[in-house]
């Protein structure tokens, strides 16, 4: 049974950084592609960053170069280095574990608010 579990989100103001972390426990985390999405109420959950198994790493155009998707195998973790918020980044982001279906955690809370 996969479960994950973020952390590290809170208020920040504009301009401001966060780093995320979403602890994987369970099978094939090594082998699985690990995601960050976020969702604001109203909205359709979104991708923000994917990286695969082998380090590949894919991201919104809203967040190119101001966000980055890392994992740790060994730690069962992955990480959302956040910089230069805006307050259009603010959501619920959640993580997402995806093998052979697509597993989520409960999201943690971002807001950018001055």
């Known amino acids: 049974q996969v479960q994950l579990v973020e952390s590290g989100g809170g208020l920040v103001q504009p301009g401001g950084s966060l780093r995320l972390s979403c602890a994987a426990s369970?099978?094939?985390?090594?082998?699985?592609?690990m995601g960050w999405y976020r969702q604001t109420p109203g909205k359709q959950r979104e991708l923000v960053a994917v990286?695969?198994?082998?380090?590949?790493?894919t991201y919104a155009d809203s967040v190119k170069g101001r966000f980055t998707i890392s994992r740790n195998n060994p730690k069962n973790t992955i990480y959302l280095q956040v910089n230069s918020l805006k307050p259009e980044d603010t959501a619920v982001y959640y993580c997402?574990?995806?093998?052979?279906?697509?597993?989520w955690g409960k999201g943690t809370l971002v807001t950018v608010s001055s």
């Open positions: 997402n574990q995806r093998y052979r279906m697509d597993y």
């Open positions: 369970g099978s094939f985390f090594s082998i699985s592609a």
């Open positions: 990286i695969t198994s082998v380090g590949t790493t």
